[in-house]
């Protein structure tokens, strides 16, 4: 008999969200919780587009390099962005998808510093680029939308923290869990057994610091539990 999930698989700051949503598999519910909090609000997106200009990028392209210098902040109008960083071997490590409403780029603007990041469009995209005297010019003017970058720019220091504590999980379980309930929030539709995450297990293992073996033999331990189902470039979260 397949043992079932201990309680320590989930950290206890998921917990809630684990039971109300990853449950109950509702992505669209899961994805617009985090969107609301990690997406400008409408009135700075208006002030925001009154000093940008609206770029296309097809699938694909790089719109920013880890490294590069940059003087431009970008808004996701339309699309999904692809965040990652390199690792010392090479390789590509997932961090995140970025979703319409957010912006990126606000600490290597203000700081005049470099992308710690790279930027690949996954789907055709709209992005606003904001160039930084515009965009002093705009926070010196309107200090709701200073506040809401605030926001954004304190949401991401959250978010580094949250990952780096996912990251130093020492069990493979917990780890490869947390990184499936972030990925749940950026890249996920609901499917009719439970939430269909569209990644694949090398990007999965990418995301969660670990080898695709060991990623690969966790999934398989969670399917057999009947936690998830594994697909094609997809895993499902199954409703409980």
Same mark, same amino acid.
């Given at each position: 008999m397949v043992p079932p999930l201990s309680h320590s698989l989930k +950290?206890?700051?998921?917990?809630?969200?684990?039971?109300?949503?990853v449950k109950a598999g509702d992505s669209k519910v899961f994805t617009n919780a985090w969107a609301e909090s990690a997406a400008l609000t409408a009135s700075s997106v208006q002030?925001?587009?009154?000093?940008?200009?609206?770029?296309?990028?097809n699938e694909g392209q790089v719109v920013l390099s880890r490294g590069q210098p940059t003087s431009t902040a970008l808004?996701?109008?339309?699309?999904?962005?692809?965040?990652?960083?390199p690792t010392p071997e090479g390789e590509e490590q997932l961090?995140?998808?970025? &979703? +319409?409403?957010? @912006?990126?780029?606000?600490?290597?603007?203000?700081?005049?510093?470099?992308? +710690?990041?790279? &930027?690949?469009?996954?789907? +055709?995209?709209?992005?606003?680029?904001?160039?930084r005297t515009r965009l002093i010019d705009l926070i010196s003017r309107d200090s709701v939308?200073?506040?809401?970058?605030?926001? @954004?720019l304190g949401l991401r220091i959250n978010q580094l923290l949250d990952t780096l504590a996912d990251q130093r999980m020492h069990s493979m379980e917990q780890r490869v869990w947390a990184t499936l309930e972030r990925i749940a929030?950026?890249?996920?539709?609901?499917?009719?057994?439970?939430?269909?995450?569209?990644?694949?297990?090398?990007?999965?293992?990418?995301?969660?610091?670990?080898?695709?073996?060991?990623?690969?033999?966790q999934l398989r331990q969670f399917q057999a539990r009947g936690l998830i189902r594994l697909g094609y470039r997809n895993i499902v979260l199954l409703r409980q």
């Open positions: +950290p206890s700051r998921l917990e809630d969200t684990r039971n109300s949503v002030a925001l587009k009154s000093v940008g200009v609206l770029r296309h990028w808004l996701l109008m339309k699309g999904r962005l692809r965040v990652s960083v961090l995140r998808w970025m &979703l +319409p409403g957010e @912006i990126s780029g606000l600490s290597s603007v203000f700081a005049e510093t470099t992308s +710690p990041t790279d &930027l690949v469009s996954a789907t +055709p995209s709209q992005v606003l680029h904001i160039e939308v200073a506040v809401d970058l605030l926001r @954004i929030k950026f890249n996920s539709v609901t499917v009719a057994d439970g939430m269909m995450l569209r990644v694949s297990q090398t990007d999965l293992a990418q995301a969660a610091s670990a080898s695709r073996q060991r990623v690969n033999q």
